[in-house]
Structures are given as structure tokens and as C-alpha cells.
């Protein structure tokens, strides 16, 4: 990410000791930021208006701790610029341990979904522009599988 170290000025996050690439998303760019304040994911996002939705609801779920606190840049917002690109940084929770996460507990996740749906129930954030066309992206499953699907803005139909 060429904007990083202009970004990463925009925080009160002392000393940055390094930036990894996360490379575990499809569509996204992250980065893993080691600070003096501690580690951090510099996100690069679509909007201005997916920046204060991402907020909003990490705002809601902070008493759960089901999402990692979204940090306010230097200027108070909830994002930061750079050449008209929008950034969010959360805090790192850490890896993934893989073999906690084999072990599915249903109880604990059915809790965990109910608190969500719970705290943000109220909240209304409005429609989000898709990322992607869906129908485009569901013809073109179809021609790559062999499938003839019959979609419309109604139904989808595998005939």
C-alpha cells in the first residue's frame, strides 16, 4: 500500500516498527501494523459511508467484544484519507488459533449471533452500494459450471 506511512501519520499510534500485507482476504487490502501503541489492521475501504457504518456498529458491539475497536484518527473521525482513499485502523485481536476454531461450540456461537442481532436491531444504517453485480457474477458461475441459470431481479432458479 503506497499511501501507509501517510495514513498511518493521521493516527496517534506512535512509532510504527513494521507493516505486513494480510493476505487472507478476496476483495480487500489490510495490512498488520506493529506500533509503540500496539498492533493494528490499516484497512483500505469503498466509502466514506462504509467507514462510519463500520463504526457505528463496532460502537455498538464494544461491550461484547465481538469486533475489534475501529481507532479515531488524529482529527476525530472514524477514517482516515489519502488521495480520496478512505482508511479505517482496528486493533489486532490476534491470530486465529486454528484448532480452538475446529472445536465449533453452537451454544456459544447461537449466544454470541443472539447479542449481536441484539445490539444492532435498532440500529439503521441505510442501503450500501454491492461491491459486485451479483447477477453478473451468478451468469458467469453458470458458464464456467455448466449450469443454465434462469435469473431475474425476483427469484434465482437453478433449472
Excluded at 455498538?60 to 482513499?85: D, Q
Aim: charge should be positive; include cysteine; proline fraction near 4%.
Amino acid at each position: 500500500m503506497v499511501a501507509q506511512p501517510d495514513v498511518l501519520k493521521q493516527y496517534d499510534i506512535g512509532r510504527v516498527k513494521s507493516c505486513k500485507p494480510l493476505n487472507k482476504g478476496n476483495t480487500s487490502y489490510a495490512m498488520l501494523v506493529d506500533t509503540e501503541a500496539g498492533a493494528f489492521v490499516l484497512r483500505k475501504l469503498s466509502s466514506e459511508q462504509q467507514a462510519w457504518k463500520e463504526y457505528i456498529l463496532a460502537q455498538k458491539l464494544a461491550p461484547t467484544n465481538i469486533s475489534p475497536k475501529i481507532r479515531c484518527a488524529k482529527n476525530g473521525m472514524p477514517y482516515a484519507t489519502y488521495l480520496g482513499v478512505y482508511f479505517n485502523i482496528q486493533e489486532y485481536k490476534g491470530p486465529v488459533n486454528e484448532s480452538r476454531a475446529k472445536k465449533l461450540n453452537f451454544l456459544q456461537l447461537g449466544k454470541l449471533v443472539g447479542q449481536f442481532h441484539h445490539l444492532t436491531g435498532e440500529v439503521r444504517l441505510g442501503e450500501q452500494e454491492d461491491r459486485y453485480d451479483l447477477l453478473l457474477l451468478w451468469k458467469a458461475v453458470g458458464r464456467r459450471y455448466g449450469i443454465r441459470l434462469n435469473l431475474t431481479f425476483e427469484y434465482w432458479a437453478i433449472i
